[in-house]
């Protein structure tokens, strides 16, 4: 079922034919209901076929274009299903577990117990929240240090009980504020990526929204790591960086497009394993729809992980992310031929 519109439903510029498209075909549906009792429906029946293909002929279209702005938009709709959605679709069962048994319960990030058809799994999931009240106590997806104390715990645990993990990253980038700093923010976040790294037991993580700064990679560092069509990840967000290189957040369209953070970006440059297709206009149009391409995404790679041996699971990780940021370039000076160049400088 599409997700559900509302009349404060938000509408990206760039949308604007599809949803004039749409209510032509909305109105030609409703002459169509209204006929039906009496005459003939034969030519309007044709006429609503042929809107229908070319309403997903322009919906390709449009999607298949976006800009890099465009998709840090998408990326956050408000309708866009949020991990807690994706809990209800995905999981035949679903057991949340909560604390950092130090500070306390971090809303921001979900844990728990899952079961993926017949695979059970440790889930973590970073939570924005639907409503202001929601998003208040989610602190708008940004993790404070027990957030991520609390998904350390629970990769430790499905570590000892030899549970695959997934993480679903959804978060401009973690709490920013002096409480998070003063317990400890970026410790324990360097923390987490040390232990990722050797945990011993599969990982897969996906980029379901935003994938933003160590926020994101605080529980980001798997064994295959996949990202929605239309999201992005990066290691600062686009108004951030607009700030920082020109001095206002209001060029970060120009930030977005230099960041070359997008799903097809990050493919092409092997930081991530795989793009996960969405559903004709987004993810945000059919939270049922993208909600089981998820799964199969889920349930494919954990069971192509579970029969790796452990041992060669860790070596093929630390390849991974060891091999991430080398490039070659045919045209620079070897070492030898720089130390030989510099030599014949100083002379």
Same mark, same amino acid.
């Given at each position: 079922?599409?997700?559900?519109?509302?009349?404060?439903?938000?509408?990206?510029?760039?949308?604007?034919?599809?949803?004039?498209?749409?209510?032509?075909?909305?109105?030609?549906?409703?002459?169509?209901?209204?006929?039906?009792?009496?005459?003939?429906?034969?030519?309007?029946? %044709?006429?609503?076929?042929?809107?229908?293909?070319?309403?997903?002929?322009?919906?390709?279209?449009?999607?298949?274009?976006?800009?890099?702005?465009?998709?840090?938009? *998408?990326?956050?709709?408000?309708?866009?299903?949020?991990?807690?959605?994706?809990?209800?679709?995905?999981?035949?069962?679903?057991?949340?577990?909560? /604390?950092?048994?130090?500070?306390?319960?971090?809303?921001?990030? *979900?844990?728990?117990? /899952?079961?993926? %058809?017949?695979?059970?799994?440790?889930?973590?999931?970073?939570?924005?929240?639907?409503?202001?009240?929601?998003?208040?106590?989610?602190?708008?997806? #940004? !993790?404070?240090?027990?957030?991520?104390?609390?998904?350390?715990?629970? $990769?430790?645990? !499905?570590?000892?009980?030899?549970?695959?993990? *997934?993480?679903?990253?959804?978060?401009?980038?973690?709490?920013?504020?002096?409480?998070?700093?003063?317990? /400890?923010?970026?410790?324990?976040?360097?923390?987490?990526?040390?232990? $990722?790294?050797?945990?011993?037991?599969?990982?897969? #993580? *996906?980029?379901?929204?935003?994938?933003?700064?160590?926020?994101?990679?605080?529980? /980001?560092?798997?064994?295959?790591?996949? $990202?929605?069509?239309?999201?992005?990840?990066?290691?600062?967000?686009?108004?951030?960086?607009?700030?920082?290189?020109?001095?206002?957040?209001?060029?970060?369209?120009?930030?977005?497009?230099?960041?070359?953070?997008?799903?097809?970006?990050?493919?092409?440059?092997?930081?991530?394993?795989?793009?996960?297709?969405?559903?004709?206009?987004?993810?945000?149009?059919?939270?049922?729809?993208?909600?089981?391409?998820?799964?199969?995404?889920?349930?494919?790679?954990?069971?192509?992980?579970?029969?790796?041996?452990?041992?060669?699971? $860790?070596?093929?990780?630390?390849?991974?992310?060891?091999?991430?940021?080398?490039?070659?370039?045919?045209?620079?000076?070897?070492?030898?031929?720089?130390?030989?160049?510099?030599?014949?400088?100083?002379?």
């Amino acid at each position: 079922m599409p997700a559900m519109r509302s009349p404060h439903e938000q509408r990206l510029p760039f949308e604007a034919p599809i949803y004039e498209m749409e209510q032509r075909l909305v109105d030609m549906e409703a002459q169509y209901a209204k006929n039906r009792a009496g005459g003939d429906n034969s030519k309007i029946g %044709d006429q609503i076929r042929r809107l229908r293909r070319e309403l997903a002929t322009l919906k390709r279209e449009i999607y298949s274009q976006l800009d890099p702005w465009q998709t840090v938009q *998408v990326s956050r709709h408000p309708q866009r299903p949020q991990t807690r959605d994706y809990i209800d679709l995905i999981f035949d069962q679903f057991l949340e577990l909560h /604390g950092d048994r130090a500070v306390g319960d971090d809303h921001a990030i *979900v844990t728990g117990l /899952g079961y993926l %058809d017949d695979v059970k799994v440790m889930f973590i999931g970073h939570q924005k929240g639907k409503n202001l009240a929601e998003r208040t106590a989610c602190h708008f997806g #940004c !993790a404070h240090p027990e957030g991520y104390r609390k998904a350390l715990l629970k $990769m430790r645990f !499905a570590e000892k009980f030899g549970l695959p993990i *997934v993480t679903f990253i959804d978060t401009p980038g973690a709490y920013p504020g002096i409480s998070a700093e003063e317990r /400890g923010q970026a410790a324990i976040i360097a923390e987490s990526l040390m232990e $990722m790294s050797g945990i011993k037991t599969p990982i897969v #993580c *996906v980029v379901i929204g935003e994938g933003g700064s160590g926020g994101a990679l605080g529980i /980001g560092i798997g064994d295959h790591l996949g $990202m929605l069509e239309h999201t992005y990840y990066s290691v600062i967000s686009p108004e951030g960086c607009a700030t920082i290189l020109w001095k206002g957040a209001e060029h970060a369209p120009k930030a977005a497009a230099a960041l070359k953070f997008t799903s097809r970006d990050l493919l092409r440059f092997g930081i991530i394993d795989e793009v996960v297709p969405e559903p004709l206009g987004g993810a945000h149009r059919d939270h049922a729809e993208m909600a089981a391409g998820l799964k199969q995404f889920l349930l494919r790679n954990i069971r192509k992980l579970v029969s790796v041996p452990r041992d060669e699971l $860790m070596d093929r990780r630390y390849a991974k992310y060891r091999k991430i940021g080398v490039f070659l370039d045919d045209a620079a000076p070897t070492l030898a031929e720089a130390a030989l160049n510099g030599h014949a400088s100083a002379v």
